[in-house]
């Protein structure tokens, strides 16, 4: 099975700052790669595990005494952690979105290229799919899936051709919905639209936007003091919460401030944000929207 290169391999480990005998979560497997690489770098007391919860990735899993893969979504990484008597680590990376594998199966319908029947669910467990979300849900919850998760303006109109489409009979396939939408997708714009519009379908299949904000949460109790988060995210969306939570410790509004007037906060960043080279998009076109953030839980 093929996997592509991991997305800025080297940042995202260095982030991690790793002590040979720490404990660390690779809370997004995929390929391995970024599991791999931490392992390279942990001694024989180092601890490493990972989750992933798509079937396809525990194929890959790694013959080392010093790892562990867990298939479930790391929405539940402090329940699961506990399960295996593991309540504090050194360091957690998450490289989020869809990994390479996931567009390139045509059967999973995550990628605008192919035909596949709507699907667009990360583990297969799950029956809520792609096909349920556009001919189940109301035009209102349509319209609000394309304007938070799409940031589509054209957002009402989608909402309201999808249902009148679908009053005729139900659409079951990429291309029946292409063709759906086919007038508001423009030659010059068709894949950037798509691509949004895919976009906003995939985060309310998988829910993602309330599994990264379930996990971030979780960050703060589970990380020992100076114990890195390295995270990749890949759009706006995911990157905002990313970067308000290793700023503030929270999604909206400020921290509390203590006695001398300073924010409580419990992680502090580390370095700029990080993207990849000109090279490594050259190389790995999936890269071009990757942007790192690295944060230290306060000592």
């Known amino acids: 099975m093929e996997y592509h290169n991991p997305v800025l391999l080297k940042e995202t480990v260095d982030g991690l700052a790793i002590r040979p005998d720490g404990i660390y979560v690779d809370v997004t497997f995929g390929g391995g790669g970024h599991s791999r690489e931490i392992l390279k770098r942990l001694g ?27 298939p479930e979504n790391f929405r539940y990484i402090k329940r699961f952690l ?73 957002a009402p109109a989608l909402a309201r051709t999808i249902v009148e489409a679908r009053s005729k009979k139900p659409i079951q396939t990429t291309i029946e919905l292409k063709a759906v939408l086919a ?26 936007m309330d599994v990264l904000k379930e996990f971030l949460e979780q960050t703060n109790a589970l990380l020992n003091p100076g114990g890195r988060l390295s995270v990749i995210a890949y759009h706006s969306l995911e990157d905002r919460l990313v970067k308000r939570y290793m700023r503030n410790g929270m999604f909206e509004g400020e921290p509390e401030r203590d006695f001398f007037g300073n924010f409580s906060v419990p992680f502090k960043t580390i370095g700029k944000l990080i993207v ?15 942007k790192l953030r690295i944060a230290a839980k306060v000592e």
């Open 183 to 208: 007038k508001y997708l423009p030659a010059h714009l068709s894949n950037k639209i798509l691509a949004q519009i895919y976009q906003a379908i995939r985060i309310e299949v998988n829910q993602e």
């Open 276 to 290: 990849p080279s000109e090279e490594e998009i050259k190389i790995n076109n999936r890269a071009r929207s990757a």
């Open 44 to 70: 024989p007391q180092g601890k490493l595990f990972a989750f992933d919860q798509d079937e396809d990735a525990w194929k890959n899993t790694i013959d080392d005494d010093r790892f562990t893969l867990v």
């Open 82 to 154: 506990r399960f295996h008597g593991v309540r504090k680590v050194d360091g957690i990376l998450a490289d989020l979105g869809v990994s390479s594998h996931q567009f390139d199966e045509a059967e999973r319908g995550f990628s605008t290229r192919f035909e596949a029947k709507l699907d667009m669910r990360m583990s297969r467990q799950n029956d809520w799919d792609a096909y349920r979300v556009i001919n189940e849900y109301d035009e209102e919850l349509l319209k609000q899936m394309f304007l938070n998760y799409g940031e589509l303006k054209q």
